[in-house]
């Protein structure tokens, strides 16, 4: 039971576009939605994170749009280089017990 | 944000042996947690690692078969124990930080069972 699903599976991207990842879940008892950044042969690292009273959050490249009503939040990056070639996964935390369910990951290849 | 290292970063075992997994934080957590990441796929929940507690599994996956410690708040292990080609996979741990919610990854424990 996928309660939080993630598109697309993989994206190519020019050097200097924009690259976009979709997310969307099914439950509303979650509390916090991170995204990670994970290269081969490491753990996963956080990379931007939003709470469901915020409709947007920037840091940097890195921007988290969240709509409430639709249960659906994605990834930007923009100005996409190829140093951010990776898997990223979108997440959502359960508020009553802090487990966090991810997406199936997309992996995005950033073309120079 | 946390340092999290893992003990072994990768190693190779024979089916049917055990393997246990070191998880070390560089400062006191209350929540810890258990992942596998099989080849190409997304990260999966094993278990919640409380201190003080018994570790709560989620579905499919057995105390018997992945036996958790947590003796104290900066110190955790995953044992996978009578194991088959079917556990190569990498094995995460992770902390969340209680102020924040966010959690934090460790490098990763890639397993091979030949």
């Known amino acids: 039971q996928q309660q939080v699903k993630q598109s697309p599976q993989s994206l190519i991207v020019q050097k200097g576009g924009i690259s976009i990842i979709n997310c969307a879940y099914e439950?509303?008892?979650?509390?916090?939605f991170p995204w990670y950044q994970q290269f081969p042969g490491k753990g996963p690292a956080l990379l931007i994170a939003?709470?469901?009273?915020?409709s947007e959050k920037k840091e940097g490249r890195f921007t988290i749009s969240f709509n409430k009503s639709a249960k659906q939040f994605s990834l930007h990056i923009m100005d996409s280089q190829p140093g951010d070639s990776a898997t990223y996964f979108c997440a959502a935390r359960r508020s009553n017990t802090g487990k966090l369910i991810f997406g199936q990951g997309t992996t995005l290849q950033v073309k120079p | 944000s946390a340092v999290i290292s893992q003990k072994p970063s990768r190693d190779i075992c024979q089916r049917g042996t055990s393997l246990t997994i070191q998880c070390q934080v560089d400062?006191?957590?209350?929540?810890m947690f258990w992942y596998r990441q099989q080849p190409g796929q997304s990260l999966t929940l094993i278990a919640t690692a409380n201190q003080g507690s018994e570790a709560t599994y989620e579905s499919g996956f057995v105390i018997d078969k992945f036996p958790i410690s947590r003796p104290n708040l900066t110190f955790s292990t995953l044992t996978v124990s009578n194991m088959s080609p079917e556990d190569s996979s990498i094995y995460l741990c992770?902390?969340?930080?209680?102020?924040?919610?966010?959690?934090?990854f460790g490098p990763g424990t890639r397993l091979t069972v030949l």
């Open positions: 939003i709470r469901p009273d915020v």
């Open positions: 439950n509303t008892a979650f509390d916090y």
């Open positions: 992770s902390v969340e930080d209680g102020g924040t919610d966010t959690q934090y």
């Open positions: 400062s006191q957590v209350t929540m």
